[in-house]
């Protein structure tokens, strides 16, 4: 239905910012909800942040409330994740899904599309 790539990853330092954006090629982008996930290595894949189809609503992880803010362009069919403050422990592989016609999720299972993923390293 929605097929997504990321980019904007990057090696970076600690308390630098990253803007990290998802691209969505597809008709149903607009009525997408999406959500920005990460994996670091040998750990399971974690809910950064999600917001629903019209940007009104987002929600995130206590990890990184205060720092990432989520967001969307509907008519450039893109997602987007600012990360600001950025710590060592925030390095891993991010992931951005969609969701079609349905509300914002915090589970990785309840998202059908996903992108390859970016890497972000953040250095000490």
């Known amino acids: 239905q929605v097929q997504l790539v990321e980019s904007g990853g990057g090696l970076v330092q600690a308390g630098d910012s990253l803007r990290l954006s998802c691209a969505a090629s597809?008709?149903?982008?607009?009525?997408?909800?999406m959500g920005w996930f990460r994996q670091a290595p040998g750990k399971e894949r974690e809910f950064v942040a999600a917001?629903?189809?019209?940007?009104?609503?987002?929600t995130y992880a206590d990890s990184v409330k205060g720092r990432f803010t989520i967001s969307r362009d509907n008519a450039k069919n893109t997602a987007y994740l600012q990360m600001n403050s950025l710590k060592p422990e925030d390095t891993a592989v991010y992931y951005c899904a969609a969701s079609v016609g349905t509300p914002s999720y915090t589970s990785p299972l309840l998202y059908p599309n996903w992108g390859q993923g970016t890497q972000v390293t953040v250095s000490s």
């Open positions: 917001i629903n189809w019209s940007g009104s609503s987002t």
């Open positions: 597809g008709r149903s982008f607009s009525s997408a909800a």
